[in-house]
């Protein structure tokens, strides 16, 4: 039986202190810790924007994707993503670590005495006994087949996909964002066309009225003119309800609620130039710079790395333990009660599990590896389209241009011929009907090619 002495007491004690020198300076050494969840290129806080940054100024775009890189709720859950991935590096990171614990316990047991045969006993049974223990122990893994390299490197990669994934749901916002902004130009654009055909419409029941009184026309013409302004002014009352709408989403786009005034401030805009777009260069920027394709790159390198990890498992590992303690039969145990030592472990056979387990990580990362390049040829004809939409988006606003200055002529000269009796008031109506036309199609087209402008910002993965 092994009795207590001052010499053993300090053998134990310096064993426990060596092992924890061992351990914890090979665990300050495993990998860094992550950097910190952030959304790249986010230029403001969660929070610094909102209601008051709309107040009593009109938004310009800069100024509007500000406010939703502070107040939109997607973002925030993007971040807390991050964050919650940046925790999973955490987790894979505590088994560079020692295990350290607090034991103690209370049991109370009789024992079967078992001696040689002839020996006699007076008793078959150890009585009743109680045993109390308290102890400290500490556990390190020396070596593990390359295990929490392969899990933290998982991790890590699953770290990198989140921010990925995050930047973008930034992008997606900001392009919404400027979806937005762009509809209430248009939407206000559109109505100030209207109102500019109202005006037109009064003014020609007015020239109308008087030609009538000079009897020059019937009163079939002014008829006409009261038609043709009544439906103008319909046309503004719809007008003016799009452009509620728009703010509503505008609103809604930023985060902030649909119901608050804000005001925008109208971009000027020259006239595009449709070949002034490189196709191939947005394709270059896409290919290096889409958020998506980094993930997804991430995630592969992560099924690796799993994979890794699933095969060291398999492998041999050492593992150190040591504890220091006490116990005796009171309540109060006073006999020291230590061990330290090594642990070898070996896994044999499976029933081929790790045969399995390693091919089935081969082939989900595999996976990966075959929906990243679908999703590559994705990104490639999404930049094709929005390049082609780009570049018929630019004709058509100068096609626009064109159009409505002929018929702004159109209207012009019909007037003056109604005006000296050598036209007819349907004249003056079908030109003005061809104005209304030239002002809507014109409308469409700013508004499309300022859309197509932001989306090849977004294929390439530039906002």
């Given at each position: 039986?092994f009795?207590?002495s001052?010499?053993?007491s300090?053998?134990c004690?310096?064993?426990?202190?060596?092992?924890?020198?061992?351990?914890?300076?090979?665990?300050a050494s495993?990998?860094?810790?992550?950097p910190?969840?952030?959304?790249?290129r986010?230029?403001?806080p969660?929070?610094?924007?909102?209601?008051?940054?709309?107040?009593?100024k009109?938004?310009?775009?800069?100024a509007?994707?500000?406010?939703?890189?502070?107040?939109?709720?997607?973002?925030r859950?993007?971040?807390?993503?991050?964050?919650?991935?940046?925790?999973?590096?955490?987790?894979?990171?505590?088994?560079?670590?020692?295990?350290?614990?607090?034991?103690?316990?209370?049991?109370?047991?009789d024992?079967?005495?078992f001696?040689?045969?002839?020996?006699?006993?007076?008793?078959?049974t150890?009585?009743?006994?109680?045993d109390?223990?308290?102890g400290?122990?500490?556990g390190?893994?020396?070596?593990?087949?390359?295990?929490?390299?392969?899990?933290t490197?998982?991790a890590?990669?699953?770290?990198?996909?989140?921010?990925?994934?995050?930047?973008?749901?930034r992008?997606?916002?900001v392009?919404?964002?400027?979806?937005?902004?762009y509809?209430v130009v248009?939407?206000?654009?559109?109505r100030?066309?209207?109102?500019?055909?109202?005006?037109?419409a009064r003014?020609?029941?007015?020239?109308?009225?008087?030609?009538?009184d000079?009897g020059a026309?019937?009163?079939a013409?002014?008829?006409?003119?009261?038609?043709?302004?009544?439906?103008?002014?319909?046309?503004?009352?719809?007008?003016?309800?799009?452009?509620?709408?728009?703010?509503?989403?505008f609103?809604?786009?930023m985060?902030?609620p649909?119901?608050?005034?804000?005001?925008?401030?109208?971009p000027?805009?020259?006239?595009?130039n449709?070949?002034?777009?490189?196709?191939?260069?947005?394709?270059?920027?896409a290919?290096?710079?889409?958020?998506?394709?980094?993930?997804?790159?991430?995630?592969?390198?992560?099924?690796?790395?799993?994979?890794?990890?699933?095969?060291?498992?398999?492998?041999?590992?050492i593992?150190?333990e040591?504890?220091?303690?006490?116990?005796?039969?009171v309540?109060?145990?006073?006999d020291?009660?230590?061990?330290?030592?090594?642990a070898?472990?070996?896994?044999?056979?499976s029933?081929?599990?790790?045969?399995?387990?390693v091919?089935?990580?081969?082939?989900?990362a595999?996976?990966?590896?075959?929906?990243?390049?679908?999703?590559?040829?994705?990104?490639?004809?999404?930049?094709?389209?929005?390049?082609?939409?780009?570049?018929?988006?630019a004709?058509?606003v100068?096609r626009?241009?064109?159009?409505?200055?002929?018929?702004?002529?159109s209207v012009?000269?019909?007037?003056?011929?109604?005006?000296?009796?050598?036209?007819?008031?349907?004249?003056?109506?079908?030109?003005?009907s061809?104005?209304?036309?030239a002002?809507?199609?014109?409308v469409?087209?700013?508004?499309?090619?300022r859309?197509?402008?932001?989306?090849?910002l977004?294929?390439?993965?530039d906002?």
């Amino acid at each position: 039986m092994f009795e207590p002495s001052p010499r053993n007491s300090l053998l134990c004690r310096s064993l426990f202190a060596a092992l924890l020198l061992v351990t914890i300076p090979a665990a300050a050494s495993g990998p860094a810790s992550p950097p910190a969840a952030d959304l790249s290129r986010t230029p403001v806080p969660v929070g610094a924007a909102g209601p008051a940054a709309t107040a009593g100024k009109p938004l310009d775009l800069d100024a509007a994707v500000r406010i939703a890189l502070a107040e939109n709720p997607l973002l925030r859950a993007a971040a807390e993503g991050v964050a919650a991935a940046g925790e999973t590096v955490g987790i894979a990171r505590a088994a560079y670590y020692p295990e350290v614990g607090l034991d103690s316990r209370y049991r109370r047991f009789d024992t079967h005495v078992f001696l040689p045969a002839g020996v006699p006993a007076t008793e078959t049974t150890l009585g009743a006994t109680d045993d109390w223990s308290a102890g400290f122990k500490v556990g390190y893994s020396l070596y593990d087949s390359g295990v929490r390299r392969a899990e933290t490197a998982t991790a890590k990669a699953g770290l990198a996909a989140s921010r990925e994934d995050a930047q973008r749901v930034r992008q997606d916002v900001v392009f919404g964002v400027h979806e937005a902004f762009y509809r209430v130009v248009s939407a206000e654009a559109a109505r100030s066309a209207v109102a500019a055909r109202v005006d037109r419409a009064r003014d020609h029941l007015r020239l109308a009225e008087t030609l009538k009184d000079a009897g020059a026309v019937p009163q079939a013409d002014v008829l006409r003119a009261r038609v043709e302004l009544a439906d103008s002014e319909l046309a503004m009352v719809r007008a003016e309800g799009e452009v509620k709408t728009a703010y509503g989403d505008f609103n809604t786009a930023m985060g902030l609620p649909a119901a608050l005034p804000v005001t925008v401030e109208h971009p000027t805009m020259e006239v595009p130039n449709p070949g002034a777009h490189d196709p191939e260069e947005s394709l270059t920027r896409a290919l290096r710079q889409r958020p998506e394709l980094a993930a997804a790159r991430e995630r592969i390198a992560a099924a690796k790395h799993q994979k890794e990890a699933i095969a060291g498992s398999y492998g041999p590992r050492i593992r150190a333990e040591a504890s220091l303690g006490v116990r005796d039969e009171v309540a109060l145990p006073e006999d020291e009660d230590w061990s330290i030592g090594v642990a070898l472990q070996l896994p044999i056979f499976s029933g081929f599990a790790k045969t399995h387990r390693v091919e089935r990580a081969s082939l989900e990362a595999k996976i990966l590896e075959a929906e990243a390049e679908a999703l590559a040829n994705r990104v490639g004809q999404e930049v094709w389209a929005a390049a082609s939409e780009l570049a018929s988006a630019a004709e058509a606003v100068r096609r626009s241009a064109e159009l409505k200055a002929e018929a702004e002529q159109s209207v012009a000269f019909t007037r003056a011929r109604y005006e000296a009796g050598a036209g007819t008031i349907n004249d003056l109506l079908d030109a003005e009907s061809t104005l209304t036309q030239a002002d809507s199609t014109e409308v469409a087209s700013v508004l499309g090619y300022r859309l197509a402008t932001a989306l090849v910002l977004r294929v390439q993965g530039d906002l």
